[in-house]
């Protein structure tokens, strides 16, 4: 019997189409420390670093690297592949995948405490690091502070925050020079408590730890009722 070349092409699509995940689904994120566990979100609104992070977690690729680089009331940022097994003496923090991600800059998403995002070296597209990324810590700024924190981010050419972002570093912190210079892909929503305890640790003069703080991350598709209920954490449009 002849079969239909649209059913064919029905048939041979639809491994593909089984496995796209549902609208009422989204992918938490669990990255394990000695500290606890952190728990995070990654946002729709950037599909190329969603889909790239989901891929090294399925692929166990940051399982046993390193948090390298911890400034306390900034961030804490791991992902470098050389950092697995690497001596007290190695300097980290230049390793990759081999690729970078392009750039996603979303007004509506900054770097807020507890802010995921990809980390980068000096191109001028503003590429993502493959790989790399930092979990933001960052403090609190009063009115004068703030101001001045503007003034950077006009120098660095990066975005400046609205109204209501200011208010959000006000009171409950981030890292505002670092908005429009660096893709925020993500969000902590359950163990924030972790990101402090990591930060604090002591550090060398290049800011490694002096203690190796090894990683495992996975992840699980969940629904978001679910993550909601559990987490608390709001989806967009369900406020």
Same mark, same amino acid.
């Given at each position: 019997?002849?079969?239909?070349?649209?059913?064919?092409?029905?048939?041979? @699509?639809?491994?593909?189409?089984?496995?796209?995940?549902?609208?009422?689904?989204?992918?938490?994120?669990?990255?394990?420390?000695?500290? /606890?566990?952190?728990?995070? +979100?990654?946002?729709?609104?950037?599909?190329?670093?969603?889909?790239?992070?989901?891929?090294?977690?399925?692929?166990?690729?940051?399982?046993?690297?390193?948090?390298?680089? +911890?400034? %306390?009331?900034?961030?804490?940022?791991?992902?470098?592949?050389?950092?697995?097994?690497?001596?007290?003496?190695?300097?980290? /923090?230049?390793?990759?995948?081999?690729?970078?991600?392009?750039?996603?800059?979303?007004?509506?998403?900054?770097?807020?405490? =507890?802010?995921?995002? !990809?980390?980068?070296?000096?191109?001028?597209?503003?590429?993502?690091?493959?790989? *790399?990324?930092?979990?933001?810590?960052?403090?609190?700024?009063?009115?004068?502070? $703030? *101001?001045? %924190?503007?003034?950077?981010? @006009? *120098?660095?050419?990066?975005?400046?925050?609205?109204?209501?972002?200011? %208010?959000?570093?006000?009171? $409950?912190? =981030?890292?505002?020079?670092?908005?429009?210079?660096?893709?925020?892909?993500?969000?902590? +929503?359950?163990?924030?408590?972790?990101?402090?305890?990591? !930060?604090? *640790?002591?550090?060398?003069?290049?800011?490694?730890? $002096?203690?190796?703080?090894?990683?495992?991350?996975?992840?699980?598709?969940?629904?978001?009722?679910?993550?909601?209920?559990?987490?608390?954490?709001?989806?967009?449009?369900?406020?």
């Amino acid at each position: 019997m002849r079969i239909p070349v649209l059913l064919i092409a029905l048939l041979l @699509a639809w491994p593909v189409l089984a496995k796209k995940p549902s609208k009422k689904k989204d992918y938490l994120v669990t990255i394990n420390t000695e500290f /606890g566990p952190m728990r995070l +979100i990654l946002y729709d609104q950037t599909p190329k670093h969603k889909a790239n992070f989901i891929k090294l977690t399925k692929e166990k690729f940051y399982d046993g690297l390193l948090f390298h680089r +911890i400034i %306390q009331n900034f961030m804490i940022q791991g992902g470098d592949p050389d950092s697995r097994n690497a001596p007290p003496d190695q300097m980290l /923090g230049s390793g990759d995948v081999g690729y970078t991600i392009p750039a996603e800059f979303v007004p509506e998403l900054y770097h807020k405490k =507890g802010a995921l995002a !990809a980390a980068r070296n000096n191109n001028p597209e503003k590429a993502s690091s493959g790989c *790399q990324f930092y979990v933001v810590q960052g403090r609190v700024w009063n009115d004068a502070e $703030l *101001q001045q %924190q503007t003034e950077r981010i @006009a *120098q660095m050419k990066g975005r400046q925050p609205t109204d209501a972002q200011k %208010q959000v570093y006000q009171t $409950l912190g =981030g890292s505002p020079h670092l908005d429009g210079n660096y893709t925020v892909f993500g969000e902590v +929503i359950d163990g924030m408590a972790v990101v402090d305890s990591i !930060a604090r *640790q002591p550090a060398n003069p290049l800011n490694r730890p $002096l203690k190796d703080l090894k990683m495992t991350v996975s992840g699980e598709w969940m629904k978001k009722k679910k993550i909601t209920k559990q987490f608390g954490y709001v989806y967009p449009g369900k406020r």
